[in-house]
């Protein structure tokens, strides 16, 4: 079946570090690859996406591609504050799945200190 | 835009009791609802998927009785937690798909719901 391997954490980083967190997933077709944060006692925040192969989804510093070839959605960040610390979560959905079901990845939790 | 809301935000209630928990896509009609739970420090684990106006279809091993789900408008979704007992309690967070001008079908997520049975 479908699915979603994200590196497990907590990772823990000084303020101003580089921040890279592993996805890759398995699919049937050809998923939608989405990262999505959650900051403590909240619900999850889109953060970035992209709909196909080679497409480079960005937002607030962080950054990911989708690589067909791998099958890997790595998010990245070249300088992460404080503020960043969080959970994050690697998804996938086959839009041709029955209404748009997503697969999440266990989430990965971020902490980063001053 | 894309403001999906969630209420309440927490609930405390008695073992034996039904909490009914609303979710609102504020600024946008919603083609298909989504209601997740998630246990502490783990993913979300899907429990349903509701279109407006049809029944819920619920993920393998959620019991549909205990957890009602009405999707009355494009707009309104709700989940009834019947006879609510301790191990219910977790974070319900719900979801709601579409398509936005300029973007592609994705889904906005909920603040979430805290629930604890007592």
């Known amino acids: 079946g479908d699915s979603v391997t994200q590196m497990e954490g907590p990772v823990t980083l000084s303020e101003e570090a580089f921040l890279t967190i592993n996805c890759t997933y398995t699919?049937?077709?050809?998923?939608?690859l989405f990262w999505y944060v959650q900051y403590p006692g909240e619900g999850l925040q889109l953060l970035l996406k992209?709909?196909?192969?080679?497409d480079k989804g960005s937002n607030k510093g962080f950054e990911a591609t989708y690589r067909k070839e791998t099958t890997s959605f790595h998010l990245e960040k070249g300088s992460v504050q404080v503020s960043d610390s969080a959970v994050y979560f690697c998804?996938?959905?086959?839009?041709?799945?029955?209404?748009?079901?997503?697969?999440f990845g266990a989430g990965t939790q971020v902490v980063v200190t001053p | 835009g894309a403001v999906v809301s969630q209420h309440p935000s927490w609930v405390i209630c008695k073992s034996g009791t039904s909490v009914k928990i609303e979710c609102r896509s504020l600024?946008?009609?919603?083609?298909?609802m989504f209601w997740y739970r998630q246990f502490p420090k783990q993913s979300l684990m899907l429990m349903a998927t509701?279109?407006?106006?049809?029944?819920?279809?619920?993920e393998q091993g959620v019991e549909k009785d205990k957890f009602l789900i009405n999707h009355a408008s494009l707009t309104l979704s709700t989940l009834t937690v019947t006879s609510a007992h301790p191990e219910d309690s977790s974070f319900y967070i719900c979801?709601?798909?579409?398509?936005?001008?300029?973007?592609?079908?994705?889904?906005?997520f909920g603040p979430g719901t805290r629930l604890t049975v007592l």
């Open positions: 600024d946008f009609q919603a083609t298909t």
């Open positions: 979801s709601a798909r579409t398509v936005l001008a300029g973007s592609t079908d994705t889904q906005y």
């Open positions: 998804a996938l959905t086959l839009t041709t799945d029955s209404w748009g079901k997503f697969q």
């Open positions: 992209a709909t196909k192969a080679d």
């Open positions: 509701s279109n407006e106006g049809s029944k819920a279809t619920y």
């Open positions: 699919a049937t077709g050809y998923p939608s």
